[in-house]
Every structure is written in C-alpha cells, then in structure tokens.
C-alpha cells in the first residue's frame, strides 16, 4: 500500500523538502563556524591570560618574586630561572622552571600490576582517561585490589586538588582532581602539585603557547612523549598571588559564558 499525491503535491513536496534539508545544512554550517569562533576566542582568553594582559595589574600586590622565595626557604632550595625568557610579561611577574614551584611532580608506574577480573573501587587509569578539565571513561581502567593499590598509590599519592596531565600519547590534555576516586596512574600520566594557585598553572597549560612547547620538546620513537625531565624545566610565567587569582575568575567567568552560548546551540 502507497500513498500517492498527484504529481503537482509530489513536485512540491520534494522541493519543500529539499528546502528544508538546505536550512538545516546551513544551520549546521553556522553552528560549526560559531563553535570554531568560541575554541578561538578561549584561545585568545588563555593567551592574553598568560602575558598578564587580562587583568590589570595592582601596586599593591606582593611581586612574584616575594612568593618565589618564600617557596624556596620553605623547600631549602633556590627557585630556577629561566635563561631565554619566551616573551615579555608585566615586572611583577616572573619566569621560573616548573619544578621551582612543585611540591609534588612524578609519573605513574611505568610496570603497571595486572588486573583482577572483578570491579573494585580500587582503580588504575592512563592517559586515555584525562579528558580537558574532567576525568574521562572510567569504565576503561584497571581494576586493582586493595593491597595492590596502597602499593601503587606510594607513588603518585593523588589528592583532590592535584593536576593530572598527559605526558605519553596524545599530549597536555589536563585536569584538576575533585578527590573522589581511589585512583593511581600509569607512567602516561603526570600528577603534580604546586605552591601557586593550580587552576592559574591548568590555564596556562591550556594555553597555545605551553601547547607548542610540548610538541616541540617530547622524544621518542614509537610514541611521543613528554616526561618528567622535559616537564620539571618547562618554563612557566609566575603573576603575584593574588593576581594569579584575578585571573582565574576572570577566565572561568568567561569560559562559562561561552559555554553557555555554546549550549544553546545544542
């Protein structure tokens, strides 16, 4: 059985149609053009971010320099400078090498245990799991026992507030951990901890500029990587503590309002 409109209604309904699918083809094109336009617009956030161009800088702050040593007295041990500074930042800032303002920076296991069969809460993760921002398909994991995992765990010893960045495989995806899994890593992930504001070092992670830098300086043959040694001299640009927190706000204030925008079109 058929339904069949006369020949003029079967015209019209095939040019309504067609019509429609071209509103729809351009509709999508426009949402792909808009959602092109809010990667770059995050993009130039993080860049005018990390050159101290986004907040004004205040007087009254205590310079980068002042933090720097104190986190050097705390540690009995001088903060590295960087000798070929990247590009210029405001005086109150400072570059150092990353391992200058860490308090915790180590890889996972680089022989990873096996598996036990069954679910546990006890669980191992790589690389593939760090997405941007957030901890990704958990249900892809090594499942590990108890015993096993207090033995993994003396490594990276991963608490809430830590950075998790990929260091093997597809390179400088990060995220900050929320604390709410019992997890430790393979050797494709970097956890690390700072005396600065964390979210400030994501962003500048985030940023084209700490990107290119990773491509440039992994090795390897088989699969890139970009390890500890690499990442401990990677050089980072300090603001004054409270500006570090200026920015902050002001970046996830904006982040969020392109979210939103971005949502919408969905």
């Known amino acids: 059985i058929f339904p069949l409109p006369p020949l003029n209604e079967q015209n019209s309904i095939v040019t309504s149609i067609e019509n429609i699918f071209e509103q729809i083809e351009h509709l999508d094109q426009e949402k792909s053009d808009l959602q092109t336009i809010i ?13 101290g161009k986004l907040v004004p800088q205040d007087p009254n702050d205590e310079p980068a320099e002042e933090l720097l040593k104190r ?3 705390s540690d009995n041990r001088p903060y590295e ?7 210029e930042i405001p005086d109150s800032w400072r570059w150092v090498k990353l391992t200058s303002i860490c308090n915790k920076l180590v890889d996972g296991d680089h022989n990873p245990p096996k598996s036990v069969e069954e679910q546990t809460e006890y669980i191992m993760a790589s690389s593939r799991n760090i997405n941007y921002d957030r901890l990704d398909d958990l249900e892809n994991v090594r499942y590990l026992s108890k015993e096993v995992f207090k033995i993994e765990n003396n ?9 998790f960045f990929t260091s093997v495989g597809t390179i400088g995806r990060s995220c900050i951990y929320s604390g709410d899994y019992n997890i430790c890593f393979q050797r494709s992930v970097t956890v690390l901890n700072t005396n600065i504001n964390n979210q400030f070092l994501k962003y500048f992670f985030d940023s ?9 300086h992994s090795t390897g043959t088989a699969q890139m990587g970009f390890y500890l040694k690499e990442m401990a001299n990677s050089p980072i640009a300090i603001p004054p503590m409270h500006e570090q927190a200026r920015i902050v706000d002001k970046v996830s204030e904006l982040f969020y ?4 925008i971005q949502n919408n079109l969905i």
Do not use: M, W
């Not at 990667?39 to 050159?51: F, N």
């Not at 400078?81 to 590009?87: A, H, W």
């Not at 490594?155 to 950075?163: F, L, P, S």
């Open 81 to 87: 400078k960087v000798e070929d500074e990247p590009f």
């Open 155 to 163: 490594r990276t010893k991963a608490e809430k507030g830590d950075i």
């Open 257 to 260: 309002q392109l979210d939103q």
């Open 39 to 51: 990667k770059q617009t995050k993009s130039k956030i993080l860049d005018l971010a990390i050159h």
């Open 71 to 73: 986190i050097a007295t």
């Open 208 to 216: 084209n500029f700490f990107q290119t830098y990773v491509i440039e």
